[in-house]
């Protein structure tokens, strides 16, 4: 324990780092509220991308980094397609004429300018409706000049959410394993890999962290010596506790939706089974039993099923249940190395690792087994998680190398890298939408 003490100093210094720097961010004022119209239907399978203009943000050098920043996250999300500014005819100032606009096909249209004052950077940005010849809103923001990309990241989702009616993800964050050197540590990046900031919890072996659904805490597995223990990090009480020190291979999982307890597996009692921790009363429920392995817990978004990985017929492959155990179904039957299921948020598909000619590919397939979809195809792809909505993943893949953590639309389109090729990274998991 006295390990554990000491390396409590080290994360509290790291986490009141990163508290500060968060809250930090002045408050986002908006003036005008966006209208509730909603242009595109993006959970339609066949819909079509809105041809999108977006003007250099003008005054400050500031303006361009911002407008970069709202362009590259329209056009990764597919919702959008960017109109390129040398077809634009009209000024960057904000008039706007419906009639400039139509011959180019262009559907939206952002304007925008951009002052500094000392260490605050303001932003004031215009949306227009081409089609319906109108304004949709008129928008000011406020922020310090280190946080300028939340404030970017902000604009976008207020635009993204003015035109699907759904909200971003374009604020939220992933959290993974990096390792430089020989020492493995969590790391958490904006959504796009930018601002890494290593949170100081780490040590020769440690496993991917799950997000508690306010974004507030993270669970984790690490081996201290020689044995594997399971910590909550706390954000707002700036500490790591010890929840989970029983024998054997102790593996933490998801959180309850309501945030009362996680899903770990340990081999305490011989061969790894799913167990429940109950945070209020520390008590642990054992929810299999079979002889077999049973590993990878990850519950439902309505809390009712767990999707886990079980060997019990022969080869590993991914399972569900109910949350008290009973009612133990199959959902993979393609391929004898199924593994890493996760939940999307809405419930209606798992996203897994399957390995197929040799190679783990991420795949994605309904909770009654229907309609498998192989979503990647070079190197090893590992480790899927699904961002807040549901319409993206991020995953671990070593196509490049070294693995490092990608992000790739759920449908598998668009797939980059976002940590850097000198940083091994993996175990990536999204976080809620929108966290400090």
Known sequence: MNEVKSRRYAVYSRLILIMLAAFCLLPVFMHTPAEARVYIDITSPGFRQIPIAIYRLSGAPAGGEISGIIKDDLQFSGVFSYVDRAAYIETSLPVFDPQNWSPLGVEI??????????????????????????????????????????????????????VTGEDGVFRSKIAFIGQKGGKKSIYIADWDGRRLKNTGVGGDLILAPHWSSDGKRLIYSAARGRQWFIFLLDFNEKKERLLVRSAGTNIAGDFLPEGSGFLFSSSKAGTPDIYLFDLKTSKQKRLTRWRGIEVSPSVSPDGRQVAFVSDHGGSPQVYIMKIDGSDVRRVTFSGNYNTSPVWSPRGDRIAYSGRIYGKNQIFIVSPDGADPLQLTDRGNNEEPSFSPDGRYITFTSDRDGMKGVYIMRANGEAQKRITAKDMRAFGPRWSPKKIF
Not at 115 to 132: K, R
């Open 109 to 162: 249209v952002v304007k925008g300018s951009v002052t500094m004052d000392g260490d605050q950077v303001s932003a004031t940005i215009y949306l227009y409706d081409v089609v319906e010849g109108k304004r949709v809103f008129q928008k000011e923001y406020r922020a310090v000049k280190r946080h300028l990309r939340p404030l970017a990241h902000t604009i976008s989702n207020d635009i993204y959410k003015a």
